[in-house]
C-alpha cells in the first residue's frame, strides 16, 4: 500500500522559534498533500493544501505567513511554523494522494509539536 | 452548524457487544463517504467507504442515506481492539479534499 512518512514525529522548541516538518511519500508521487492540524480531543482540521510546484491553498483563519508550505517534488512537502508560540502545539498530519484513478488520502503518522 | 456532526460519546460497550454509531453530513451535493479509524495519538486510519447500497466488511457494516444525509457503521461482536475513536468523513466536492467528524469515542471493555 502506500506510504507516508513524516519527520520528526515530535518535536520540543521555545517560543519564537521555527519548526520545519516534512511529509513525504515513499512509494508513489504525490500530486497533492494536505496538511491537518488536530488539539486535544478535537478532529482534524485542515490548514491547507498544496499541489506541487504551485502555491498552497489555504483555510480560512490559517495564517498563510506563519505556517509556510512548500510542495517542491512530487515526493516532499514541508511545513514551517514560524515564531511558533505555546498556542501552535498539536498534532500536526499530513496526507498525500496520487495514485492514479484513486481519491484516497494515506496518512502521514503526525508530529507532536510542543512549543514551551 | 457543522459540515460533518457525530455524537461525542464515549460509547462504553462489554465485548461481544453490538454497537452503532451515526452522522449527519450538512452537503447534499457530496460525493464519497467514509469510516476512518483512529488511535490516540495516532493517525487516521481507512476503515471503510460507504456505498450507496450499504456494505459490509467482516464485523463492519455501513450505510448511506442520502436523502436523510446519514451514515452509520455498525460493529458487532466488538471486540477490545475495536476501542478507538471512529471519524465519519466526507467529500463535500469534486476532487480530493475530505471533511471529518468530530469523532466518537467507543470503548470496549472486558
Known sequence: ?116 | RKEVEQDPGPFNVPEGATVAFNCTYSNSASQSFFWYRQDCRKEPKLLMSVYSSGNEDGRFTAQLNRASQYISLLIRDSKLSDSATYLCVVNMEAGNMLTFGGGTRLMVKP
Open chain 1, 1 to 116: 500500500g502506500a506510504v507516508v512518512s513524516q519527520h520528526p514525529s515530535w518535536v520540543i522548541c521555545k517560543s519564537g522559534t521555527s519548526v520545519k516538518i516534512e511529509c513525504r511519500s515513499l512509494d508513489f508521487q504525490a500530486t497533492t498533500m494536505f496538511w491537518y492540524r488536530q488539539f486535544p480531543k478535537q478532529s482534524l482540521m485542515l490548514m491547507a493544501t498544496s499541489n506541487e510546484g504551485s502555491k498552497a491553498t489555504y483555510e480560512q483563519g490559517v495564517e498563510k505567513d506563519k505556517f509556510l508550505i512548500n510542495h517542491a517534488s512530487l515526493t516532499l512537502s514541508t511545513l514551517t511554523v514560524t515564531s511558533a508560540h505555546p498556542e501552535d502545539s498539536s498534532f500536526y498530519i499530513c496526507s498525500a494522494t496520487g495514485l492514479a484513478g484513486s481519491y484516497e488520502q494515506y496518512f502521514g503518522p503526525g508530529t507532536r509539536l510542543t512549543v514551551t
